[in-house]
């Protein structure tokens, strides 16, 4: 292994099991992990909050669980199975270090990969092709099945972690890879094609935000949905139109009307997108913070020949691509606030009051700008 002079303990936030805001823990003398074969060992610059960090910590995910994502995200759902309350059914181990975003430097390397990578500034896919099980649809999560980035230190395999060339700064960039690539990969997996039209729920949120840039990008039309006094940021992303969350999409769209609806949201309000879904439109879900469990009249989905496709796994084109509009300045970065490492809890806290639009970024090895 080559490396300069690491040392041997770091700071981090390590979460002890699945429950309220009190599992999160910062210290101070958490051990630095080595690489090991194949992998590459990052100094931190920062990282950034997600819904999905959210949502492991509380046990949302869950079959226990049937409400909102904030109905139980500050004290951790009580219906929640520790057996299930990963993303991926599987029992999580702790303590865990959360944190699913990572801008950094590589500073050390493991056996069989190229010294020449230390000193690259990189990014690391948070969603990641399963070690050892090459079929689609297998992976893991960076900070979920594996430590993440809420530390001044991570390891992550060599193939997963993308050098990246730009002149933003760290907390800037690490706003981008779980919820652009979320976005991304949902865009991908429906095809969206230019001059069509896209409806995307929750648009002021990391995800949400993200995917109006990047439907823009595509030369779609993109109608947000999002709280009222979000309209003109959501406006300034590129929305072209916007829709106040909770109004009946009827009474300002045709039914027939969309031929994409990307949705972070579900809930109650769930029937309503498939009415103004055109016939051959596409469903595509990549979140539920409104609720999971939503009414499906089949004979919507079958006589207007509607797909539905969920959106988690991602081919590695769609991350690839990302750090391509990154450096081509074809998307920027949403940065509502960024905090210190040891202010975590403050962080996930001002995330769950929906308080601000865009990305709340955790400075690490970098100053909070």
Not at 304 to 330: A, C, H, M
């Amino acid at each position: 292994m080559s490396h300069i002079h690491i040392p041997k303990t770091m700071a981090g936030v390590v979460l002890t099991g699945h429950g309220g805001l009190d599992k999160l823990e910062y210290r101070e003398n958490l051990e630095v992990p080595q690489p090991l074969a194949g992998e590459v060992l990052i100094h931190v610059g920062a990282s950034a909050i997600n819904n999905t960090d959210i949502n492991t910590r509380t046990g949302w995910y869950s079959k226990g669980v049937t409400t909102g994502t904030d109905q139980g995200a500050a004290a951790g759902f009580e219906t929640a199975n520790d057996e299930d309350g990963g993303w991926s059914g599987i029992p999580l181990s702790f303590p865990r270090i959360q944190g699913a975003d990572v801008c950094g430097n590589i500073i050390a390397v493991g056996e069989g990969v190229d010294p020449a990578r230390i000193g690259e500034r990189v990014l690391v896919r948070p969603m990641q092709q399963a070690p050892g099980d090459p079929s689609s649809y297998n992976l893991i999560t960076f900070g979920s099945e594996i430590n993440g980035g809420y530390a001044e230190y991570a390891v992550a395999r060599s193939s997963e972690v993308f050098a990246i060339n730009s002149t933003l700064s760290d907390a800037e960039l690490a706003s981008f890879p779980c919820a652009y690539s979320t976005a991304e990969g949902m865009l991908d997996r429906a095809h969206l094609g230019v001059g069509e039209r896209i409806l995307i729920t929750g648009a002021s949120g990391g995800v949400g935000s993200a995917a109006i840039q990047l439907a823009k990008r595509r030369g779609a039309e993109v109608i947000a949905v999002c709280g009222e006094s979000k309209f003109d940021e959501v406006r300034q992303l590129g929305a072209d139109q916007v829709i106040a969350r909770g109004q009946p999409l009827l009474e300002v769209l045709e039914k027939d009307s969309v031929h994409i609806v990307a949705d972070l949201v579900a809930g109650p309000q769930w029937p309503e997108l498939l009415e103004v879904l055109s016939r051959g439109g596409r469903y595509v879900a990549s979140g539920a913070i409104a609720g999971p469990i939503v009414e499906l009249d089949v004979r919507t989905l079958y006589l207007k020949d509607l797909s539905f496709y969920g959106s988690t796994w991602q081919p590695k084109r769609v991350f690839e691509n990302l750090i391509g509009y990154i450096e081509r300045n074809e998307i920027g970065p949403v940065v509502a606030k960024t905090y210190a490492l040891r202010d975590v809890v403050q962080a996930q806290e001002d995330f769950m009051g929906k308080r601000f639009s865009g990305k709340l970024t955790i400075a690490i090895g970098s100053q909070i700008h």
